[in-house]
């Protein structure tokens, strides 16, 4: 086979290296329009993992690349005059001309052709084709790829210009760890990435918001300028050290750059040639990128050059079957890096949301950031720094931990709002059940769900949404609170959480609107009824399901009065019940959701409008329970954060609808997402609403809950520790095991979770089947069990 490879990069070189190792007899060629020592990096980081993989791919340019690197385990965090490290990381440092000689060298020793300073115009490329009767073309010429531009109709590429601008220097100061270090400016924070690549030189990356930038005049600035101006600003970090830039022919302006994230859609193009149809493979960053925040680009381009040789010797003589398992594979791959590399991303382009953090918690919600590195696998690098950051958290939390003693996992951890205080940070989720009599009465099936789940060791269990009225269902088997009977149910249910259990029990009252008058969920979930239906309102007259919905009428102010009298009264039955939390349902368009989105939110008079219009209905009805719910007794409000499609609500909103409902008394919001238009296109994945929870509680400093396929304690953990959220509301989990939260006190080993008395002789079975599988798995990793919390 006959192989040209563009682009003389890591990936481009490698993966010539390994083909030409694999097939002695083909003939591979690398086209590189600079010199072999030009690069705009300076050093390159590569894993534990990675570094074993390239082993196994080649050792001979694995050893010599292993024997350049420089390695570290710990990250230190400078931040507010503070310095905190974590160990146990596991990366390694290697010069990018370093790299760059020794896979060049490897390519000369096989035979591989090199041919640098050679340019090759996308227009060209047939021509190179049928010169070197190439049987495949591998694109590998990096983020701008030429030839990626000339084949866009086919490779469909996404390129995402992110928000901070950035500088890539290089500096004679050695750092003992991968270093993280903050500076607040009076015009915004700027940020280094720092590392050691070499015996000499370490790579010293500074980055900032491109608002700031500009503010800072950087643009204007000269090279020596700029880096003069970041010599400065981290003067402390680099104790006395020059920067240096290996750029310098450059402008301060050209050298800051702003990183573009790129996707493709297709990894592969076939063009027609002379030759017959030949494919144009992409590799490395003109596939797909990475933020350097998460690793290097060069990682993800050698871990490519990999699989596209292993793909090639698997399919001998099938190179479009090859091809596309290699898209396959490592598609997937990247696309969970991406992901990360975007969590990451946007966390240090919002340094300032996390600014008020105590450094504690600043440092462990940056180590976390990418949700790459749980609560458990950070423990697992270092205990010590785990161990020590759960005691600061619980002595945070108000509780005194004996020096001897180990503290409890952060959602362990007792939560106090007004004068409630719940044991721990787990909330049972409002689940609706379709289990009330048609008359809205709930039943003893809620009285076993809701004391199961309480008895389960959640620290507070929420009742699905409790309708303020008959024509506030959902369905005709929805639970209400809009008489004296009702109330006296919920009463016995009340009683039963506070007499078995140590939880606390949560109301949430909303109204349907517009999505009332359906079926239960396994009748045909959002499906009007075919009988017994009732009149609908909404903010504006609308079909949820189009074509099929019963249409609600636009509600008058009279409707309005009408319904704020109903949530005022329900909340007096709610009190009268006992219930020790109020939740308002505003999310999920339901009526007071209905008024808060755009996209079902039309009406023309001072209730819709801009986002304070839209709000006026749902901060009255706030207003009006909160006047008359307890004053000690919280009250939060769940919303929908973004409605997934265009014209509606987004984050940004959400942040502004918290701090509206925040400045009238709202102690909490529970931050859901989606469900107002039938037609959103949500993002799914794992904890995939938190960060809409993470946003919301820094920026428009109110406290929330996290929802959203949230399913371990290793996620609640991480969530509750990084600040991302103050409770975490368990659902489906809670659905198939009641005891979840016990179950998952007794795999920590933390014995601080209250069991009811006629559970603990299971207790004790499964406190020592535990340990029985600890110390199994302990005896086959060689490490002694660990000890139990108390």
Request: glycine letters at 8%; one cysteine or more.
């Amino acid at each position: 086979m006959n192989v040209v490879v563009v682009g003389g990069g890591p990936g481009g070189l490698y993966a010539a290296l390994l083909m030409k190792r694999r097939d002695p007899r083909a003939q591979i060629t690398v086209i590189e329009r600079h010199r072999p020592g030009d690069t705009f990096g300076w050093g390159v980081v590569l894993s534990d993992q990675t570094v074993a993989n390239l082993r196994a791919a080649d050792p001979e340019s694995a050893n010599e690349i292993a024997a350049a690197m420089h390695r570290w385990d710990d990250i230190a965090i400078h931040f507010a005059q503070r310095t905190m490290r974590s160990g146990g990381h596991g990366f390694s440092g290697i010069g990018r001309k370093k790299l760059l000689s020794v896979l060049q060298q490897r390519c000369r020793t096989l035979g591989v052709v090199l041919r640098f300073e050679t340019d090759l115009p996308p227009a060209h490329l047939e021509t190179v084709i049928a010169v070197e009767q190439a049987d495949l073309v591998v694109v590998a010429d990096g983020i701008n790829s030429r030839l990626r531009e000339r084949f866009a109709s086919t490779y469909r590429p996404d390129i995402d210009l992110r928000r901070c601008r950035y500088v890539w220097l290089g500096t004679p100061k050695r750092f003992d760890a991968f270093t993280f270090a903050f500076k607040e400016t009076p015009i915004g924070w700027f940020q280094a990435h720092a590392y050691q690549f070499d015996g000499d030189t370490s790579t010293f990356i500074v980055e900032t918001p491109q608002e700031v930038w500009e503010q800072a005049g950087i643009a204007e600035m000269s090279n020596g300028e700029s880096i003069a101006f970041c010599e400065s600003l981290f003067a402390d970090v680099l104790t006395g050290e020059p920067l240096m830039s290996n750029v310098a022919h450059l402008r301060g302006s050209a050298q800051w750059i702003r990183f573009p994230r790129v996707t493709c859609a297709e990894w592969v193009h076939w063009l027609d040639t002379a030759r017959g149809r030949v494919p144009l493979v992409l590799l490395g960053d003109a596939a797909h990128t990475a933020h350097f925040s998460i690793g290097s680009g060069s990682k993800l381009a050698l871990e490519d050059a990999i699989a596209l040789d292993t793909q090639l010797a698997a399919h001998p003589g099938d190179v479009a079957s090859a091809l596309a398992r290699y898209q396959a594979e490592r598609s997937v791959e990247v696309l969970k890096l991406q992901n990360a590399a975007r969590n990451s991303t946007e966390w240090f382009e919002h340094v300032d949301r996390y600014a008020s953090l105590a450094p504690e918690q600043f440092a462990y919600s940056l180590l976390t950031r990418s949700q790459r590195i749980s609560h458990e696998n950070l423990r697992v690098r270092d205990a010590a720094y785990v161990g020590a950051f759960e005691r600061w958290f619980a002595q945070q939390a108000g509780l005194s931990i004996a020096a001897d003693v180990l503290a409890p996992p952060a959602i362990f951890t007792p939560f106090t709002v007004r004068s409630v205080t719940l044991p721990n940070r787990i909330v049972v989720s409002p689940m609706a059940q379709y289990s009330a009599t048609n008359e809205g009465m709930p039943t003893d099936w809620h009285l076993v769900h809701l004391g199961a789940r309480a008895t389960g060791g959640a620290g507070l269990v929420m009742t699905e949404m409790t309708c303020v009225a008959p024509d506030a269902r959902i369905t005709p088997v929805c639970p209400g609170l809009w008489n004296d009977d009702q109330r006296d149910m919920w009463a016995r249910i009340v009683r039963f959480v506070h007499e078995h259990s140590q939880s606390k029990i949560g109301l949430q009252l909303g109204h349907a609107g517009a999505k009332g008058a359906t079926k239960t969920m396994w009748d045909g979930i959002d499906q009007p009824l075919e009988r017994g239906e009732w009149p609908l309102i909404a903010a504006s007259e609308t079909q949820y399901l189009s074509g099929e919905s019963q249409t609600a009428r636009e509600m008058t102010r009279e409707d309005m009065r009408r319904v704020i009298g109903e949530f005022v009264q329900a909340a007096q039955r709610g009190a009268t019940a006992g219930f020790d939390w109020l939740e308002l349902h505003s999310a999920h368009g339901y009526l007071m959701s209905g008024f808060l989105s755009p996209l079902t939110n039309r009406r023309t008079d001072e209730y819709g409008g801009d986002l304070a219009a839209r709000a006026k209905f749902p901060l009255e009805v706030f207003a009006a329970v909160r006047a008359v719910w307890p004053v000690n007794r919280p009250i939060s409000v769940r919303i929908s954060a973004h409605d997934w499609t265009n014209g509606g609500n987004t984050d940004d909103d959400a942040v502004a609808i918290a701090k509206l409902f925040r400045n009238v008394g709202a102690d909490m919001i529970d931050v859901s997402a989606g469900q107002v238009v039938k037609n959103e296109r949500p993002v799914y994945g794992r904890m995939w609403q938190t960060p809409f929870a993470d946003r919301v509680r820094q920026e428009a400093g109110i406290a929330t809950i996290a929802v959203g396929a949230i399913t371990d304690a290793d996620q609640a953990n991480g969530i509750i520790a990084s600040g991302r959220a103050d409770l975490v509301a368990i659902g489906r989990p809670h659905l198939t095991n009641p005891a979840w939260t016990l179950m998952e006190a007794a795999k920590y080993g933390y014995n601080g979770a209250t069991w009811p008395v006629q559970y603990l002789a299971g207790k004790s079975q499964l406190d020592r089947l535990i340990e029985r599988e600890r110390t199994m798995r302990a005896a086959l990793e060689g490490a002694p069990p660990t000890g139990e919390l108390t």
